[in-house]
Structure formats: C-alpha cells, structure tokens
C-alpha cells in the first residue's frame, strides 16, 4: 500500500525558514516524480514544486522560485522541501504528491494527508 | 500558462440526482486533464487522467469528458460520500489547478 506522510509543519515568522519531508512507503520510490502541492486556508490547490525520479531535474511555481528548494534522498525514501524567506501567503497545508512516471509534469496518482505551515509573527 | 476555470463554483445537488461539473482552459490543448476528490482533512484523491480514463477503484459513476477547451466531470447519481470539493488540473510539464467546484447537499 502507497503510504505518504508528511512532517514538519509549524508555526515560523515571517522571513524565517522550515523544512517539510515526505516519507513513502509501498513503492520504489526512485522510479517515481514527487511533487509539493499546498492549499492556503479557504482556497483551491496550488502546485509548488516537482521533482523527478532521480533527483536531476526540478521545477516551481513562480510564487516560490527562488526561495523554496525540493530535493530527495532516494536511500531513505524521503521528499523534502526546503523553505526560505517565508510570507504570510505561504501559510497553507502543503500536501506531497507521487506521479504515475518518473519525469514530472504528470498528475498525481496518490497524495499524503498535509502538513500545515504557519507564517506568522 | 494554460488558466482553467470551473463552474459553477458550488453545485447543490440532492442524493441520486446527476452532477454536471465543467472545466474550461483558456486555450487548448492535449486531453492531458486530470479530476480530484477533495474532502476537508483528507488527502486528495485522483478520479480521472487523460480526461475520460477512470482510476482503478473509482465507481463507475463517476465519468469525465471533452476535448480542447471545454471538459466535463459527470456524477450519474450523487451518493452521500461524493460530497466535497472537485478540482481539474491540466498537466504538461506543468501544473495548473482550477479553483474547484463544491458539490453539497441541496
């Protein structure tokens, strides 16, 4: 069974830093594209970022390049999202996401339940 | 950037009635159109890709359609677990979510 389970969520101030990460399980986490998907209280989804099976290509939303960085580290099945210079507009529940292929730009196929994040003083 | 914008924004429905959810890009491109489920503190979950394939596991209510601009999330008869939140998405290389559609009970 695909498990995705997001952590480190939190409240920070504004301008501060966090790091989210994704642990899966029930897949070969290598062969596959992983994705950060948020949703700000009381709006739609938002796709923040995308990264592909190997780590070698990434991409973001225009609204976070620049300040947030996605990596993984394949050995230990882990998905993280480096977060800088937070706004009070990036306080969102930020879910993590497994596509179908292992290039990304593709939909995805199963979603963790979220972690939510904070930017306030 | 392809803009995708759903309507209606909240669709009132009655169990077993028929839900009719639209999806509209603003400009067109490949049936590279996926439907998600969203319910308040769950995770999102995948319903249609390609615009009309369903997911393994989905019920056979849940149907989607079109091509180019306009596409179409259908629910034959509305069952009480199907209310919550709908989104599209197109996906080429990039994502682009719609603001979604709430079906709830009329």
């Known amino acids: 069974e695909v498990q995705l389970l997001e952590s480190g969520g939190g409240l920070v101030q504004p301008g501060g830093s966090l790091r989210l990460s994704c642990a899966a399980s029930g897949f070969t986490f290598r062969n596959f594209a992983m994705n950060w998907v948020r949703q700000a209280p009381g709006k739609g989804l938002e796709w923040v970022s995308g990264i592909s099976g190997s780590g070698d290509n990434t991409h973001y939303a225009d609204s976070v390049k620049g300040r947030f960085t996605i990596s993984r580290d394949n050995s230990k099945n882990t998905l993280y999202l480096q977060m800088n210079s937070l706004r009070a507009g990036d306080t969102a529940v930020y879910y993590c996401?497994?596509?179908?292929?292992?290039?990304?730009?593709?939909?995805?196929?199963?979603w963790g339940q979220g972690t939510l994040v904070t930017v306030s003083s | 950037e392809i803009v995708l914008t759903q309507s209606p924004a909240t669709l009132s429905v009655s169990p077993g009635e028929r839900a009719t959810l639209s999806c509209r890009a603003s400009q067109s491109f490949s049936s590279n159109l996926a439907w998600y489920q969203h319910k308040p503190g769950q995770a999102p979950r995948l319903l249609i890709y390609?615009?009309?394939t369903r997911v393994t596991g989905i019920p056979a209510r849940f149907s989607g359609s079109g091509s180019g601009t306009e596409f179409t999330l259908s629910i034959s008869s509305v069952q009480s677990e199907d209310f919550a939140v709908y989104y599209c998405?197109?996906?080429?290389?990039?994502?682009?979510f719609g603001q979604g559609t709430k079906v709830e009970v009329k």
């Open positions: 996401a497994k596509d179908p292929v292992s290039w990304s730009g593709y939909y995805s196929d199963y």
């Open positions: 390609g615009a009309s």
């Open positions: 998405q197109a996906y080429n290389n990039w994502w682009s």
